[in-house]
T-cell receptor
């Protein structure tokens, strides 16, 4: 079956620092989504990518769809305390089903 | 615009019992997907419903079943509960079944004792 890996598994950063995380797969996908999940809540969509090589920004967040269609990265600039949470990548092939990675747990130190 | 709502928020059941979880999809969405999220893991796909029919299923046994109603709300039923069924069950709706982003509810926390 397909394998989806996210790195790092967890990270501790100082407020104001930039963050970079990525997601790699053994399979090719046509869509990459990034979600953030806060404790006790469902995942919230951050960014959607639909084309290989696409670079998309949403405020302080930037994500890219890898040219091989097997990976994606998410960057967060100038981190703030509310960035704390678990970040999931979730690729898909035309609605077959979105597969979620194991997540990157982000902690922001004041 | 009303988001995805799930009920109940928490539930405690005994091994062997049956449970029904409910989900109201976001306005305008006709597709509902259910995910199981064990503690410390990412959500795992259970199945998806499109216009009242199952449109894909993950690696879950038949005792996990579902329904979608004409108003696109949905139910997840689990029979013969096992301890390992303890998890957060997430419902997500989407505009259609062709890869539109999922919009999640806050889940139902099921504990099986």
């Amino acid at each position: 079956g397909q394998q989806l890996n996210q790195s790092p598994q967890s990270m501790f950063i100082q407020e104001g620092e930039d963050v970079s995380m990525n997601c790699t797969s053994s399979s090719i996908f046509n869509t990459w989504l990034w979600y953030k999940q806060d404790p006790g809540e469902g995942p919230v969509l951050l960014i959607a990518l639909y084309k290989a090589g696409e670079l998309t920004s949403n405020g302080r967040l930037t994500a890219q769809f890898g040219i091989t269609r097997k990976d994606s990265f998410l960057n967060i600039s100038a981190s703030i305390p509310s960035d704390v949470g678990i970040y999931f990548c979730a690729p898909d092939n035309y609605g077959q089903n979105f597969v979620f990675g194991p997540g990157t747990r982000l902690s922001v130190l004041p | 615009e009303t988001g995805v709502t799930q009920s109940p928020t928490h539930l405690i059941k005994t091994r062997g019992q049956q449970v029904t979880l409910r989900c109201s999809s976001q306005s305008g969405h006709n597709t509902v997907s259910w995910y199981q999220q064990a503690l410390g893991q990412g959500p795992q796909f259970i199945f998806q419903y499109y216009r009242e029919e199952e449109n894909g299923r993950g690696n879950f046994p038949p005792r996990f079943s579902g329904l979608q109603f004409p108003n696109y709300s949905s139910e997840l039923n689990v029979n013969a509960l096992e301890l390992d069924d303890s998890a957060l069950y997430l419902c997500a709706s989407s505009l259609d079944r062709t890869g539109s982003p999922l919009h999640f509810g806050n889940g139902t926390r099921l504990t099986v004792t």
